[in-house]
């Protein structure tokens, strides 16, 4: 019983939870924009389907929480086609200016960013920040570094070309690494350089979902950790600083799995997410927090991939309009979209079935393990 508590407690409530702030947080970036252009909202709704609760506000706007909670969608008058009846309709979105309309589908995303930001500001703020040194504190039994020159109180200077001024530039490194060997660019404790080459061991841990494949050095920091207080400026950068790590982060992974470096396989759905968000709810508010702010980056960006259904088709078909002074012609549109759809439902479909087969291979958690 203890066992079915647990995971209705962190697997569905709180991931439900985590999902429902974050598809709350985009709508309402769509919504607030859409009301800032004078374009009449019609429904807000958090989740699909048929309407478990809502009410009716004094602008007209239904606001509901509906029965499937996995994303959410703001109904504006006039709907999205610029040749439906409604089209011309006061308060229509597509009687709105390109601009603004292009504003208001942007909004979503810029609100998940915005919402990442203000976490990584206050926590920077609150707690200031940690780093540790990229100085070897030690070594794994049988690992590849153990092995090498590499010695204890090494600093690694770089990764493969890539500068590392922390121990989790190192980290988020190896998150990213399918394979081969790595050249490692190391300081000795007088000054001297030197370079080697070595290649990490391919391990599998087990998790909820599934083995997950990493690839580790063997090295331990040290517990030299270096503490930062921010003020207002600081924060701010720190909190940039994130988000852009993350998005590179992103985009890389992304990029292996297009050319092939990485295997579809390793992709992860609603019920891997779920895990994770249980882990990080039974790690405490810390860890709570930062997979707010890695799921709304993550919604943000690909919110914004040139992918019909989603914010990043609508940009694209307005930026049609823009340049060539016409809307795109509707059966265009519509066929765009009914391609989209069924590519985001494929690929749904795809990402929940590989997390429910059993030994089935994943990428690296969020949390860079090295």
Known sequence: ?????????????????????????????????ARLCRVRVLTFSIGFGPELFGWTGKGGTRYKLSLLPLGGYVQMAGGLMPDSPEAREKGAFPSRPVWQRALVIFAGPFANFAFAFVILFVMAMTFGGTTLPPKIGGFTDNSAAADSALAEGDVIVSVNGKTTETFGDVARIMALHTGGTLDIEAQRPDGGRFTVALAPNEEFIETATGPVRVFRLGIRSTDEVERQKYGVVGAAGAAVGNQIQITSMVFQGMGQVLTGRRPVTELEGPVGISQHVAEASRSGLWTVLQMMVFLNMIIGLMNLLPIPVLDGGHLVFLAYEAIFRRPLPTRVMEVALMIGLGLIIAQFAFVTFQDLVPNRTTIPGWLPRF
Do not use: P, R
Not at 12 to 18: K, S
Not at 21 to 28: K, Q
């Open 1 to 33: 019983m203890g066992s079915i508590v647990d995971i209705l407690l962190y697997n569905v409530v709180a991931f439900l939870a985590v999902l429902t702030v974050i598809v709350a947080v985009h709508e309402a970036g769509h919504f607030f924009v």
